[in-house]
């Protein structure tokens, strides 16, 4: 019988660490420039639009790694990131600017491959480990509001001057415009588990272009509660 429970525990610690997934929360180092700007038609302003700025867009997701590779890890994640704007528009229709509650967002795919800088454990119960890793990325986001947008939202250029902005007409042109960009990130991150319970602290930096026109690479920090097979 002691043989038997040796034997198990022998198991129980070759596959501690095996794999883990859990939920993700952070925040990124997105911006995008506020600013207004004329409706023109025929060369002639016959109103104008705004939004305001915004950066530091927060993100919540979830992940899963697998570490029983040789060598090295491997680490996915999805994550969905957002930041709320105001928008304004008005026209000959709307002398009262229209002042309206939007919200930029994205989801985004990370695939890392990862490798162990340091790693201790007390077998059994606790583990700790630094590590280093890159890979690649896809990004899906809504626009943000332009000319051509309200155009094809209100129907063509000669509706700007005294057609009516319907936001529902609007939440769906996002919804149906969206913008994709890829690129390549690296990351640091620290491992705490004890027992099944596993936390990550996880700085990667992004290389991206186009997930805002004000936006080239952005900094991403998260952290990870989860659950360690």
Not at 60 to 67: A, E, K, Q, S, T
């Amino acid at each position: 019988m002691k043989y038997a429970i040796v034997v198990l525990m022998m198991m129980a610690n070759l596959l501690y660490g095996f794999a883990g997934l859990g939920f993700t929360g952070g925040t990124n180092s997105i911006k995008q420039a506020g600013g207004e700007n004329p409706l023109r038609v025929d060369g002639n302003n016959v109103g104008s639009f705004s939004h305001n700025g915004f950066q530091n867009a927060g993100s919540f997701g979830g992940y899963l790694y697998i570490d029983a590779l040789p060598i090295i890890d491997l680490d996915i994640e999805l994550s969905v990131k957002a930041a709320p704007y105001k928008f304004v528009f008005q026209n000959d229709a709307t002398p009262d600017p229209d002042s309206l509650q939007y919200a930029w967002a994205s989801s985004s795919l990370y695939i890392t491959v990862q490798k162990d800088l340091l790693k201790t454990s007390i077998p059994f119960l606790a583990k700790m480990r630094m590590f280093a890793g890159a890979g690649i990325n896809n990004h899906t986001s809504t626009p943000m509001v332009d000319q051509e947008m309200l155009e094809a939202v209100m129907g063509g250029q000669d509706e700007l001057e005294d057609g009516t902005f319907d936001s529902d007409k609007m939440i769906d042109w996002l919804a149906d415009n969206k913008e994709t960009a890829g690129g390549f990130h690296v990351q640091l991150g620290a491992q705490f588990k004890l027992l099944v319970f596993d936390s990550m602290l996880i700085y990667r930096h992004v290389f991206t272009d186009g997930i805002t026109s004000d936006t080239n690479g952005f900094g991403n920090l998260n952290l990870r509660l989860g659950y360690g097979l």
